[in-house]
């Protein structure tokens, strides 16, 4: 299997959520997650945000801004969108 690093992870990143990327490639995102918590926080606030944005907005979002655009606010803030603390 190909590693990949925490750079490819976001670049493939609208790709994974969207569940349209080749297995192989899904299986090397999940393999580096499973050892890289960054990455790992970075796409389970990416995944709720893009929720929200489905549950609350009638706006249709092209997800590759929508991915890029949470990914950038979940590494700034290396944690979850809203939390005001
Ligand atoms: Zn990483």
Request: include cysteine; glycine fraction near 2%.
């Given at each position: 299997m190909e590693k990949i690093d925490c750079d490819q992870v976001l670049d493939?990143?609208?790709?994974?959520?969207d569940e349209e990327m080749r297995a192989e490639l899904c299986e090397a995102i999940k393999e580096h997650l499973a050892r890289c918590?960054?990455?790992?926080?970075?796409?389970?606030?990416v995944r709720?945000?893009?929720v929200l944005?489905?549950?609350?907005s009638t706006i249709e979002l092209p997800m590759q801004a929508t991915v890029k655009l949470s990914a950038a606010l979940?590494?700034?803030y290396g944690r979850e969108p809203g939390r005001a603390d």
């Amino acid at each position: 299997m190909e590693k990949i690093d925490c750079d490819q992870v976001l670049d493939q990143l609208s790709e994974y959520l969207d569940e349209e990327m080749r297995a192989e490639l899904c299986e090397a995102i999940k393999e580096h997650l499973a050892r890289c918590q960054d990455c790992k926080v970075m796409v389970d606030s990416v995944r709720k945000t893009i929720v929200l944005y489905q549950k609350h907005s009638t706006i249709e979002l092209p997800m590759q801004a929508t991915v890029k655009l949470s990914a950038a606010l979940a590494r700034e803030y290396g944690r979850e969108p809203g939390r005001a603390d």
